[in-house]
């Protein structure tokens, strides 16, 4: 997929982000001083030279992208009027934890080891949102996705003890396929300049092809 496809594909420009919110660029950036919003995950800079019966105008654009999903994020903060960085990461914390019991509820293996350090998986996961970091990873920068990539993640290395394994017995196979299933619905299917290095590439894909895994995109 073409980048600008891709990022009009999965993203806002700040521009538009701004326009579905009902606020300016000052107060996107207000909220990101307070660290309550995230830093956009792409910015795009660029020479585009415009041609009509006037001429040929050259000039210089800068744009910044952020995951859909921060159109959510940005109503609720607004809507609860939130200007406290503790008090965000208290809502990014409770829909994150809303989001692993549904996985329970699923019936998914999740590690017991997961929730031992909750807290502190929470406040690194918040640190990452709010560096952009999850827009290019995740299909669309959604707490919930987020939070199912990095519990799933910690079943998968655990399953496997981080694909040192040398082969999987069937009850494991059982237990890996949904994981990895919900795991790649979490993820980016990423630009074309970007797959080799992505954690689709370097981490499902390898998996895939470690253990002659079957999955269904």
Known sequence: MHLLDYLEQFFYREDQLCQHLGVDCEQLEHWQ?????????????????????????????????????????????????????????NLFAQRAMQALHSLQNEGLYLVDDYLEDIDERLTHLWQQFLSGQFGTQTRQGQIEEIIHMDALRYSIDTL????????LSAEQRQQLHPIMKQFSKAIIEPPGHEYKHSLRAKYLDALVLKYDLSLKR
């Open 160 to 167: 496997t003890e981080g694909m040192t394994v040398t082969a």
């Open 33 to 89: 001083h307070l660290c309550i919003f995230p830093q956009a995950s792409y910015s795009l800079e660029n020479t585009i030279q415009c041609h009509s019966v006037q001429g040929i105008y050259d000039c210089q654009v800068f744009w910044l992208y952020y995951p859909i999903a921060m159109q959510d994020w940005g109503r609720q903060i607004a809507k609860a009027k939130i200007e406290s960085a503790s008090v965000a990461f």
